[in-house]
């Protein structure tokens, strides 16, 4: 099956600090998401983004398809940006969505 | 805007007991998925249903089953709940092969 990994693993900044967090998928997609899960363990829908670049206030993504990697950027980072980010993908005729390794971010003040 | 409601935040179970995890979504979307997620290991595919009555395996579904009786609910089912069955259980539906949306997750720990 489709591989999909993450980098950094973990990542510590300073508020107001950017930050840039990366996804490499191994196999074409379908589509593409990025998550955030808060403290609580729910998954926030952050960006759905197949191909091409999105903005949604301080973050952005972009998905380069062809070169199978996605970028999700944040921008003068909050302390409420704290949280593990996910990509997560699909390919082929598949349902199954397949989850990355996560990057686990600290924002401190 | 999509809502998924899991029926439980926190659950404690006891071994041996059987237990039913409920999943409701209000967008008409025909597939819907169960996950669980540990420490280490990420989120797991456990089963996944893409219409009424229809289901398929994932990538661990062993010692667990699915019910899907009408579109808008999908049931996890521990027939026998055992301790390593404790974890994060995380819902999901979708309609076709578009974004994905979560329920708030179930803590469950099987005492």
């Known amino acids: 099956g489709i591989q999909v990994e993450q980098s950094p693993p973990d990542l510590i900044l300073q508020e107001g600090a950017n930050s840039t967090l990366r996804c490499n998928f191994s196999d074409s997609v379908n589509n593409l998401q990025w998550f955030h899960q808060n403290p609580w363990g729910q998954l926030i829908n952050l960006f759905y983004i197949p191909s091409g670049t999105k903005q949604n206030g301080r973050l952005s993504a972009t998905t380069v398809a062809t070169e199978r990697y996605s970028l999700l950027y944040i921008s003068s980072s909050q302390t409420t940006d704290s949280g593990v980010y996910f990509c997560?993908?699909?390919?082929?005729?598949?349902?199954?969505?397949?989850f990355g390794t996560g990057t686990k971010l600290q924002v401190i003040p | 805007d999509v809502k998924v409601t899991q029926s439980s935040r926190y659950l404690v179970k006891r071994t041996g007991e059987k237990v039913f995890l409920e999943c409701v979504q209000d967008?008409?979307?025909?597939?819907m998925f169960w996950y669980r997620q540990d420490p280490g290991l990420g989120l797991r595919l456990i089963y996944f249903?893409?219409?009424?009555?229809?289901?398929e395996k994932g990538d661990i579904p062993e010692g667990y089953s699915v019910s899907r009786e009408k579109k808008e609910r999908f049931s996890l089912i521990l027939e026998s709940a055992s301790t390593n069955q404790t974890s994060m259980y995380l819902c999901?539906?979708?309609?076709?092969?578009?974004?994905?949306?979560f329920g708030q997750g179930t803590r469950l720990t099987v005492v």
């Open positions: 249903s893409y219409d009424v009555k229809m289901k």
């Open positions: 997560a993908v699909n390919s082929g005729g598949y349902q199954k969505v397949t």
């Open positions: 999901a539906s979708r309609w076709r092969n578009t974004e994905a949306f």
């Open positions: 967008m008409d979307h025909e597939n």
